[in-house]
């Protein structure tokens, strides 16, 4: 509780920062809301397997020949689940979370690729299981989602960190629907970011061993404290970017800071991986501000 209140108080901090820097800055937030759709695509389908990089991400959004074969349901999850990023961050300041903009969401991401199941909930004995975890029947499903949103909503005392960990965890110990859920589970924590006045956050693919520890933790003991670690984490990240972009910093990747510092870079990839430095990961590659003053 100690340390979600920690980095919760160092949120805040950024979050303070960003909105002073952010004035007259609109043109910039969006361009960096753009370039950041593919990450969110692909991180958010390999987490569910999907095979494509973010390299072809990113060239089927831009509309380009690929070099090798994708199959249709990839290229539809891709851009479904673009249109989907886009389309919470003008939605979540007009509208509050609920269980039709649920629904809609949903429709957008599973349309052409499962219409039989897209926009709605499991119904009858479309029973799912993810790995030895089954979950809840299908008649329980709407009831448990307005008490998970009654939940969310009578939880606004708590910090963000655990409000989102909370109810991202229930969302996918319900598991709503057939197909999707791990996808629309990670638009719902931006879409409430967003809402709230927060940064959106990129739950990272190479973070998903972690990220399945955090569903285990909570199945078994009720708990949320990984998930908290990992959505403190990705918030900063989010912050340390936005900053690095809009006080016009120089941007350089941490390996070339190591050298200019003569700091080692094994050292400052661990500092980064714990966010106590204010670096953040972009398309693979740990950077910073080159002037970012560090104390050892």
Not at 237 to 243: A, E, P, T, V
Not at 244 to 264: P, Q
């Amino acid at each position: 509780m100690a340390k979600t209140l920690n980095v919760f108080n160092k949120i805040n901090s950024l979050r303070e920062r960003y909105y002073k820097v952010a004035t007259g800055k609109d043109a910039l937030i969006k361009l960096i809301a753009e370039t950041e759709v593919a990450e969110q695509v692909y991180n958010s389908n390999a987490i569910e397997n999907s095979t494509l990089t973010l390299e072809e991400t990113e060239k089927i959004l831009l509309q380009i020949d690929l070099d090798r074969f994708i199959t249709e349901r990839e290229i539809f999850e891709a851009k479904n689940l673009a249109r989907v990023v886009s389309y919470i961050d003008r939605k979540a300041k007009e509208q509050e979370i609920s269980l039709e903009v649920i629904l809609l969401l949903h429709k957008m991401l599973i349309s052409n690729i499962r219409d039989d199941v897209a926009g709605r909930f499991r119904k009858d004995d479309e029973f799912v299981r993810v790995g030895s975890y089954i979950a809840p029947n299908p008649k329980e499903v709407i009831d448990l989602l307005k008490r998970m949103l009654a939940e969310y909503n009578a939880m606004s005392h708590e910090n963000i960190i655990k409000r989102i960990a909370k109810i991202h965890l229930s969302f996918e110990h319900i598991h709503p629907f057939c197909d999707g859920n791990g996808r629309i589970g990670r638009v719902i924590n931006n879409y409430l970011l967003i809402r709230e006045g927060f940064v959106p956050i990129n739950i990272k693919f190479i973070d998903r061993a972690k990220y399945y520890d955090a569903f285990r933790e909570f199945d078994g003991k009720g708990e949320t404290i990984i998930m908290e670690d990992i959505v403190g984490k990705a918030l900063t990240n989010s912050y340390h970017k936005r900053l690095a972009y809009l006080e016009g910093k120089k941007i350089i990747t941490l390996a070339e800071y190591g050298k200019i510092n003569k700091l080692s870079h094994s050292n400052l990839i661990n500092k980064a991986n714990r966010q106590t430095i204010e670096a953040f990961l972009e398309k693979g590659v740990w950077k910073i501000a080159e002037d970012f003053v560090y104390n050892k």
